[in-house]
Antibody, heavy 117, light 107 residues
Framework: QVQLQQSGPGLVKTSETLSLTCTVSGGSINSFYWSWIRQSAGKGLEWIGRVYSSGITNYIPSLESRLTMSLDTSKTQVSLRLKSVTAADTAVYYC???????????WGPGTVVTVSS | DIQMTQSPSTLSASVGDRVTITCRASQSISIWLAWYQQKPGKAPKLLMYKASSLESGVPSRFTGSGSGTEFTLTISSLQPDDFATYFCQQYSNYLVSFGGGTKVEMK
């Protein structure tokens, strides 16, 4: 059974780069595609992008210029890098993957990220 | 982009009540809709996929229906564990999007 564990700093300074990692266990990183979803305090969920096992990525247009997602198959890790962060990027960031039904059936526990000067 | 609109944003109900949440898409998404339950401090949990398919392990009091642009999630008899926030999500388009959420609170 696939499980996701997340890691990364909880505090990032304004204008710097946010880097998060999602470590996959119990399954092959090549068998799925991997998404990142964020949630601002008291607000809804925002899907921000996905990376396929092939390395192909899809990002939401509003973040495309600042966002990079990648896979490290040797470490079974999925990575997110968001550069030039502002307070608007403060959120809980989740990694997730979709099952055969197409919906997100496996989620990481989330990483609380605060952007502050 | 496909916009997802949920209603109501807050719903007050009692244990045993039948509860219905609506989700509307700004364009047709066929049956590519999922429902999630989220409790404070936790990741969302998948309840339904393909509009009406129940995720394994989810109680049968949850049902989903709809296609095209209008969808509903119904809880047939609200249980204490069901007080939470519910989100719909479309995955028809490669740019996934979520509804704004419906908080089910105790009356």
């Amino acid at each position: 059974q696939v499980q996701l564990q997340q890691s990364g700093p909880g505090l990032v300074k304004t204008s710097e780069t946010l880097s998060l990692t999602c470590t996959v266990s119990g399954g092959s990183i090549n068998s799925f595609y991997w998404s990142w979803i964020r949630q601002s305090a008291g607000k809804g969920l925002e899907w921000i992008g996905r990376v396929y096992s092939s390395g192909i990525t899809n990002y939401i247009p509003s973040l495309e210029s600042r966002l990079t997602m990648s896979l490290d198959t040797s470490k079974t890790q999925v990575s997110l890098r968001l550069k030039s962060v502002t307070a608007a990027d403060t959120a809980v960031y989740y990694c997730a993957t979709a099952g055969a039904g197409g919906a997100f059936d496996i989620w990481g526990p989330g990483t609380v990220v605060t952007v502050s000067s | 982009d496909i916009q997802m609109t949920q209603s109501p944003s807050t719903l007050s109900a009692s244990v045993g009540d039948r509860v219905t949440i609506t989700c509307r898409a700004s364009q047709s998404i066929s049956i590519w809709l999922a429902w999630y339950q989220q409790k404070p401090g936790k990741a969302p949990k998948l309840l339904m996929y393909k509009a009406s398919s129940l995720e394994s392990g989810v109680p049968s009091r949850f049902t989903g229906s709809g296609s095209g642009t209008e969808f509903t999630l119904t809880i047939s008899s609200l249980q204490p564990d069901d007080f939470a926030t519910y989100f719909c999500q479309q995955y028809s388009n490669y740019l996934v999007s979520f509804g704004g959420g419906t908080k089910v609170e105790m009356k």
